[in-house]
C-alpha cells in the first residue's frame, strides 16, 4: 500500500521551532519526527510515501533529496500550496492513485504504535471509504490518585482511558476524492460529516501508545519516552 502524510501547516504552537523549520522536521532524540512515522509505516510494507508539504516545502524536500530512509522505499515530497486545507491537500495528489484503490493517510506530527496490519484487516472487513483511528488522548496535566486525602499515585501525563478523539492514521479508499472534489475544504470537517452522513465512516479503536506533538512540552515528552519505546 501506498501513504500520503500530511506536513504543510505552520505549527504556530510549536513556534520556538517551526519559525525557522517545518513541524514535522522538528527533531526528537535527533530524528525528525516524520522519519519515525516513516519507520513505521515502512515496518508494515507501505514502499511508497507521498509527503503534502506546503509551509517550507523545501526543507522537507532538501532533507529527503539527501537522506535516504531505505532503499527500496519511495518517498515523493509534493508541494500542495501554503495555504491549502488538508481537504484540498490529498485531492491535490489524485493523479497518484487508481481506482478502487485502499491507502494510508496520517498527520505528520503524530507517533505511534498502532499495528497497521489489524488497521487494514478492519478496513477491508467493514468495505467503507474510510477508517478513522480512535485514540485516548493523553492527559494535559499530571493524574492523581487519592486515597483518604493521601496521594498513592502520580503519573505525569498519563494516557486517558476516557473519551475518544481523532488519531489520525486513516485508511481511506479512492472513492474519497469524490467526497472531497475540488473545493479548500479540510478533511475533519465537510468531508468527515458527508462520510458520517452516508455511514462510510469506521473507527477502528487503538489502546496503546499514541500521541502528537503541539506544543514544546509534547517535544520534550517525546524525547523521554521514545529514547525507551520501539514500535
Known amino acids: 500500500m501506498k501513504a500520503i502524510i500530511l506536513a504543510g501547516g505552520k505549527g504556530t504552537r510549536l513556534s520556538e521551532y517551526t519559525k525557522l523549520i517545518p513541524k514535522p522536521m522538528v527533531d526528537i532524540n535527533k530524528k525528525p519526527i516524520i522519519v519515525y512515522i516513516i519507520e513505521h509505516f515502512y515496518k508494515y510494507g507501505v514502499k511508497k510515501i507521498f509527503i503534502a508539504s506546503g509551509y517550507k516545502h523545501n526543507i522537507i524536500k532538501n532533507f529527503f533529496d539527501k537522506n535516504q530512509v531505505y532503499k527500496d522505499l519511495e ?19 489524485k493523479n497518484n492513485f487508481s481506482k478502487n484503490e485502499d491507502f494510508f493517510l496520517t498527520y505528520g506530527d503524530g507517533v505511534s504504535d498502532i499495528d497497521l496490519k489489524k488497521l487494514i484487516n478492519f478496513h477491508k472487513d467493514h468495505k467503507k471509504i474510510a477508517t478513522l483511528t480512535a485514540v485516548h488522548p493523553p492527559a494535559r496535566f499530571g493524574e492523581l490518585e487519592i486515597k483518604k486525602k493521601n496521594i498513592i499515585k502520580f503519573d505525569e501525563k498519563p494516557q486517558l482511558t476516557k473519551g475518544w478523539i481523532n488519531g489520525g492514521f486513516f485508511i481511506f479508499n479512492s472513492k474519497i476524492f469524490n467526497v472531497l472534489d475540488k473545493k479548500n475544504v479540510m478533511l475533519e470537517r465537510e468531508p468527515i460529516q458527508k462520510l458520517i452522513k452516508n455511514k462510510n465512516l469506521m473507527a477502528f479503536k487503538h489502546e496503546k501508545f499514541w500521541m502528537c506533538m503541539d506544543t514544546l512540552r509534547d517535544k520534550q515528552l517525546l524525547e523521554k519516552i521514545l529514547k525507551f519505546k520501539k514500535f
Do not use: H, Q, S, Y
Not at 518517498?75 to 491535490?92: A, D, E, P, S
Open 75 to 93: 518517498i515523493k515530497v509534493v508541494n500542495t500550496g501554503l495555504n491549502t486545507l488538508t481537504g484540498k491537500r490529498i485531492m491535490k495528489l
